[in-house]
């Protein structure tokens, strides 16, 4: 036994050894998360504290469930849980295939340098911050903006129109808003996935007679399903959690009514007021609904799918 017990021993720090260029990029990974996502979780104690920055983490009053009754029964949560809730829906019916569906198209060129530029066009918008680019949005969309000028020359809008004034099309511009600046982006991931599909499948359908758009239906997305579910998985788990600066950017007073989420919201209450167990209460909820999610959504992808996280 101790025979065995020294050679398991030796196997393990050879091993180690032989994988020491391999955990050398790992451990500063898990170094960084375990500083910047575990330790800060002992915060979460002032969720149930009447926390005060002179107090600290340690003073304060238990108040146990307090701050989430609050929140609960806060007479503007039915507003802000509409507006993030409808916001995500239109995010995941349509800001969810649009990757997708460009990471399809992409490979599908035929001309090399077309795709290379055509990924790198669809990628800028995702380098730039969201003050510049909602800052451009909204002058595209301002009442002298050029899609005015557009809607104007087309006979479809008579007059000056300021679609950011209008609370009834917040939630469709948010979302092509959202779509134009992540989309190419997030074609990286399904680009990747579709280049290592194997290239004998498709000469083995093209022999049998498919066309392009019957390889795409039969070889490709399916090739790329597991990696497809995953990514809903993540989005679905994510529902209430609409973004802060996009929101806050494109937000003014006459579309407030429809673009107050629950991040604008708790940032507002919570910390302009310094109500820091209250702002604390809130994301405490939000991750444990989106626990909740995730592990509901990993299910029912494993029942209809056979494919999901674990």
Do not use: C
Not at 109 to 121: D, E, M, S
Not at 130 to 136: E, L, N
Not at 179 to 201: E, F, N, R
Not at 289 to 302: D, E, T
């Amino acid at each position: 036994m101790g025979g065995k017990a020294g050679k398991v021993h030796t196997w393990n720090k050879d091993r180690l050894k032989g994988q020491l260029e391999i955990q050398s990029m790992v451990w500063p990974g898990l170094i960084f998360l375990f500083i910047f996502s575990y330790i800060p979780m002992y915060g979460i104690i002032i969720a149930f504290k009447d926390f005060n920055i002179m107090s600290g983490f340690a003073g304060g009053e238990f108040v146990g469930l307090k701050y989430f009754r609050q929140f609960l029964t806060d007479p503007q949560l039915p507003l802000v849980l509409k507006n993030t809730v409808m916001i995500n829906l239109l995010g995941l019916l349509i800001g969810f295939p649009a990757p997708v569906l460009l990471a399809i198209l992409i490979t599908e060129l035929r001309g090399k340098r077309f795709r290379k530029l055509a990924q790198t066009v669809s990628y800028l918008p995702h380098f730039l911050s969201w003050v510049i680019f909602g800052g451009i949005m909204l002058e595209l969309l301002a009442s002298g903006g050029i899609v005015n000028k557009m809607l104007n020359t087309l006979h479809l809008v008579d007059g000056s129109l300021n679609l950011m004034a209008d609370p009834g099309k917040f939630y469709m511009i948010f979302t092509i808003i959202s779509v134009i600046k992540s989309i190419g982006y997030g074609s990286i991931l399904y680009i990747s996935a579709i280049t290592s599909v194997d290239q004998d499948m498709y000469e083995a359908s093209y022999i049998d007679g498919a066309n392009r758009f019957q390889k795409i239906i039969y070889i490709t997305i399916p090739a790329i399903m597991g990696t497809i579910v995953i990514m809903l998985i993540f989005q679905i788990s994510n529902i209430l959690n609409t973004g802060f600066e996009q929101v806050l950017i494109l937000q003014n007073s006459l579309n407030i009514s429809a673009s107050e989420t629950i991040d604008t919201y708790v940032y507002k209450i919570g910390m302009t007021q310094q109500r820091y167990s209250y702002a604390t209460a809130v994301g405490l909820f939000k991750s444990v609904i989106a626990v909740i999610l995730l592990w509901a959504a990993n299910k029912s992808s494993n029942k209809i799918t056979g494919k999901g996280l674990f």
